[in-house]
């Protein structure tokens, strides 16, 4: 219930008239003063008339006056600027700063209608609390609020790809082929094609991409995947020229076993996607530089049709033949790599090099792909919420992510806008 209290002070939701403190003197807020995370007092610069006289200083929120005892700030000179102790419930006439002084309180009451809307939100056992009442939010709050949302998504992304960079010591080839590479798993197999990457230098791939056998092997002979016995002359094959190559470079390949098959589509498979994977790479030499030339999805497109060698076209497995398919990228693979990596890619690149004009592309990009279907935005779709694009999708995912599933309702423009009325 603190947060609610915090709510109810930093957006002044409470009865504005004949404000006391719990000793009778009079009380005007002037400000509230600005919301504070971190370690100290929840609100710090506020501006607050007592008894006629104006006072500046810090706020502490509690919900029982005891709990200024309880928490130990009597004994914190971080609190000796707290000029008002704001609380729910008066359990304790008096309370005193680390100096001495006594400390102002006052007992602010949430209004019924906020703590009837705070307690249909938080309390909901459903995905989206809300999802009842979005169309009472006007679309233009809904806009800006999703156009919020899809900085913070994009925030997020370029903060995994800024690990990244470090970790390869700031080589953006290095980092573009990470970061693809992990998305290559499409989910279940993520972690595994990111450690993948991690354990094979696209230095290392980019010396043999005149042989699709060499580049193959690397790729299979590193996941583990050639570590059988099969009567399958190209499985031999790869099995001949990874047992080369990883000595040359003195690899030590992964557990087979962290690639997952288990309810996943044969075209989802991990030995297609690395045969993929391995015919993108191959393709060019200056992966990272083609990414940042890309102007449209219809070139993205274009950069990820190569085709993987003949063998996959007849198997999904290797000793277990197939019916012939081509096994190239599908159009929404490479929407959710385009979404996944080479928007994060450009964002993260053009707030290192302070391009914006690389930002703006990679936002442009997102509004120019067809919209993500998925659970999450049916929940939104079936709620009200106009979804355009991919754009949208990618905000309404960090929605749901950081918002709902965290009940954080109160930090929701959306709950914002419900907490607040008062019908």
């Known amino acids: 219930m603190e947060t609610l209290l915090h709510y109810v002070w930093k957006y002044k939701l409470y009865e504005h008239s004949l404000l006391e403190s719990t000793d009778q003197q009079t009380i005007e807020i002037i400000d509230p003063g600005l919301h504070n995370v971190h370690s100290g007092p929840d609100f710090f610069n506020a501006k607050v008339k007592i008894d006629g006289y104006l006072w500046a200083g810090n706020i502490e929120i509690h ?3 005891s709990d200024w005892n309880l928490h130990r700030h009597q004994d914190d ?3 000796n600027s707290v000029i008002l102790h704001v609380i729910e419930t008066n359990d304790q006439a008096v309370v005193y700063d680390q100096s001495g002084r006594k400390i102002p309180q006052f007992v602010l009451k949430v209004p019924a209608p906020i703590r009837k809307n705070y307690e249909y939100l938080v309390s909901r056992e459903t995905p989206v609390p809300c999802a009842g009442r979005i169309r009472e939010i006007p679309e233009i709050y809904l806009s800006d609020w999703k156009n919020a949302l899809l900085l913070e998504r994009l925030e997020r992304k370029t903060q995994n790809i800024w ?24 989910g279940i197999n993520n972690d595994a094609f990111e450690r993948l990457s991690k354990s094979l230098p696209v230095k290392c791939i980019l010396r043999h991409k005149d042989s699709f056998l060499q580049t193959e092997a690397l790729f299979f002979g590193q996941a583990g995947l050639l570590e ?3 009567e399958d002359d190209y499985y031999l094959s790869l099995q001949k020229e990874y047992g080369f190559l990883k000595q040359k470079y003195n690899l ?8 997952k098959n288990l309810r996943i589509r044969p075209n989802n498979f991990p030995h297609i996607k690395l ?3 391995a015919a993108f790479i191959r393709s060019g030499e200056t992966i990272f530089s083609q990414i940042l030339e890309t102007e449209s999805i219809e070139e993205i497109r274009k950069l990820f ?7 996959w076209t007849t198997h999904y497995h290797f000793g277990k033949r197939s019916s012939p398919k081509k096994k190239m990228l599908g159009l929404a693979a490479i929407h959710l790599i385009a979404i996944n990596t080479i928007v994060p890619i450009l964002v993260a690149y053009g707030k290192v090099k302070g391009e914006e004009s690389l930002i703006s ?5 997102l509004e120019s792909i067809p919209k993500e279907e998925n659970h999450i935005t049916t929940i939104f779709r079936n709620s009200g919420i106009i979804i355009r694009s991919a754009a949208d999708s990618q905000a309404l995912i960090q929605l749901k992510n950081e918002y709902c599933d965290k009940k954080k309702c109160i930090f929701c423009r959306i709950g914002h806008q419900l907490l607040s009325k008062y019908e």
């Open 228 to 230: 059988e016995s099969l």
């Open 305 to 311: 049709l190569p085709e993987v060698s003949g063998y």
């Open 77 to 79: 000179k971080a609190y």
């Open 63 to 65: 919900c029982r006056s």
């Open 275 to 277: 045969a993929q994977l």
């Open 252 to 259: 030590k390949p992964l557990e087979s076993h962290i690639f």
């Open 163 to 186: 690990k990244s960079l470090e970790y390869v010591s700031n080589d953006w080839n290095e980092v573009f082929y990470i970061t693809l590479s992990r998305n290559f798993g499409f």
């Open 361 to 365: 592309k990679g936002i442009r990009l």
